[in-house]
């Protein structure tokens, strides 16, 4: 009998500090009323103190306590972050012993496609049957390596963790995946070290980007629909990675979604990366909006590039 991996149980954390467009207003040439039109966004969060493990730590409790189950039941730990707190031990092995599990833990880097690579990967676990429960955080720390003097890049990021756990079931779950990968846009979006210097910051060519972003994402989810065989109408909720509202908003238009179908979180978190969507999927599940049946497209797409969709019966 077919294996689906079916989400039971989300949860997410935000560090405490916010900082808001008006305080950006303070060091940046900037406004609050071109980060809002321009992006969506009105303040994120950023850690003081705190790392990636201890956002995925907290993330994945909340995670595992509404899936009624002990770290020790986990086969997996699918870590996706593009701020590992070392270049090695895997971030992923850190939260494994922090939060008292005895499972194989990778981190996967897709940048902001992060969780839908490793939510892909995870499925293929579950559905081979090599896992029966499987925990995929997306954790990020985006601040330590942002260019705080930059203004093309300090207003879109934040920092913080969701986590599903996954669990093999005969019925329902994952019911479609696709991930691709790009690799001449390099320049368009990376971090300016070679592992040489000890740290280095985003640099981004923000309109190429945003114009390839919507293209890649908007091709996607048209062909997510038409393997599936389904329409917009058959969605329940778009849970898109939160780059720019502007992105999600031309993307929901080309599958002829309405935006009253779309969860955003964008202004209150800014973009944080491969924990966007875990983050935005916690939220509206824990406000009641995402309900047992439902189905929900995740899609995103991060540098190299790389960009995915997976459709799931909730
Ligand atoms: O997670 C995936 C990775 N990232 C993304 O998806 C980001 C994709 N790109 C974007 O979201 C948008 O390109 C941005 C929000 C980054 C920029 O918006 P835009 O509408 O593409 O603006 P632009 O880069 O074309 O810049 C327009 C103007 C420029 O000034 P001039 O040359 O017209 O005088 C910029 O220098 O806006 C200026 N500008 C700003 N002005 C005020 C750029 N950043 C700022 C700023 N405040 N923060």
Same mark, same amino acid.
């Given at each position: 009998?077919?294996k689906?991996a079916?989400?039971?149980?989300?949860?997410?954390?935000? &560090? &405490?500090?916010?900082?808001?467009n008006?305080?950006l207003?303070?060091t940046l040439d900037?406004?609050?009323e071109w980060?809002?039109?321009?992006?969506?966004?009105?303040?994120?969060?950023?850690?003081?103190?705190?790392?990636?493990?201890d956002?995925?730590?907290? #993330?994945s409790?909340?995670?595992l306590?509404m #899936?009624?189950m002990?770290?020790?039941?986990?086969?997996l730990i699918?870590?996706a972050t593009?701020t590992?707190?070392?270049i090695?031990p895997?971030t992923?092995?850190m939260?494994?012993?922090q939060?008292g599990?005895?499972?194989?833990?990778?981190?996967?880097?897709?940048v902001?496609?992060?969780f839908?690579?490793?939510l892909? +990967?995870a /499925? /293929?676990?579950?559905e081979?049957g090599?896992a029966n429960?499987v925990?995929?955080v997306?954790s =990020?720390?985006?601040?330590?390596?942002?260019? *705080?003097?930059?203004?093309?890049?300090?207003?879109?990021?934040?920092?913080?963790a969701g986590?599903?756990?996954?669990?093999?079931? $005969?019925?329902?779950?994952i019911?479609?995946?696709?991930i691709l990968s790009?690799?001449r846009?390099l320049s368009?979006?990376?971090?300016?070290?070679n592992?040489?210097?000890e740290t280095? +910051?985003?640099?981004?060519a923000? $309109?190429?980007?945003?114009k390839?972003a919507?293209n890649?994402?908007s =091709?996607?989810?048209e062909?997510?629909?038409?393997?599936?065989?389904m329409t917009s109408?058959?969605?329940t909720w778009?849970? &898109?990675h939160?780059?720019n509202?502007?992105?999600?908003?031309?993307?929901?238009?080309?599958?002829?979604? &309405?935006?009253?179908?779309?969860?955003?979180?964008?202004e209150?978190h800014? $973009?944080?990366s491969a924990?966007?969507i875990?983050l935005?999927l916690d939220v #509206?599940?824990?406000?009641?909006?995402i309900?047992?049946?439902? $189905?929900?497209?995740?899609?995103g797409?991060?540098g190299?590039f790389s *960009?995915g969709? !997976?459709? !799931?019966?909730?």
């Amino acid at each position: 009998m077919k294996k689906f991996a079916r989400i039971v149980g989300t949860g997410s954390y935000l &560090p &405490p500090r916010i900082i808001t467009n008006s305080e950006l207003e303070k060091t940046l040439d900037t406004t609050d009323e071109w980060i809002t039109s321009r992006t969506g966004i009105k303040e994120r969060r950023v850690v003081n103190g705190e790392s990636t493990c201890d956002l995925a730590l907290e #993330a994945s409790k909340r995670a595992l306590e509404m #899936a009624e189950m002990s770290a020790s039941e986990i086969d997996l730990i699918i870590l996706a972050t593009t701020t590992p707190d070392k270049i090695f031990p895997a971030t992923a092995t850190m939260l494994q012993n922090q939060i008292g599990a005895t499972c194989p833990a990778f981190d996967l880097q897709a940048v902001c496609a992060g969780f839908v690579f490793a939510l892909t +990967t995870a /499925q /293929q676990y579950i559905e081979n049957g090599a896992a029966n429960n499987v925990l995929v955080v997306g954790s =990020e720390t985006y601040s330590r390596i942002i260019d *705080w003097s930059d203004r093309s890049t300090a207003i879109l990021f934040g920092d913080g963790a969701g986590a599903v756990v996954l669990s093999s079931n $005969n019925s329902t779950g994952i019911m479609y995946s696709k991930i691709l990968s790009d690799g001449r846009y390099l320049s368009s979006l990376h971090v300016n070290n070679n592992y040489i210097n000890e740290t280095g +910051t985003i640099e981004m060519a923000g $309109n190429e980007v945003y114009k390839i972003a919507v293209n890649r994402l908007s =091709e996607l989810a048209e062909e997510t629909l038409k393997d599936c065989n389904m329409t917009s109408d058959d969605l329940t909720w778009m849970v &898109p990675h939160q780059a720019n509202i502007r992105i999600i908003s031309a993307v929901a238009k080309r599958i002829k979604l &309405p935006m009253s179908k779309v969860v955003l979180t964008i202004e209150k978190h800014g $973009n944080t990366s491969a924990a966007s969507i875990p983050l935005a999927l916690d939220v #509206a599940v824990r406000d009641g909006r995402i309900k047992k049946g439902d $189905n929900l497209l995740f899609e995103g797409i991060g540098g190299g590039f790389s *960009w995915g969709s !997976v459709l !799931v019966e909730y």
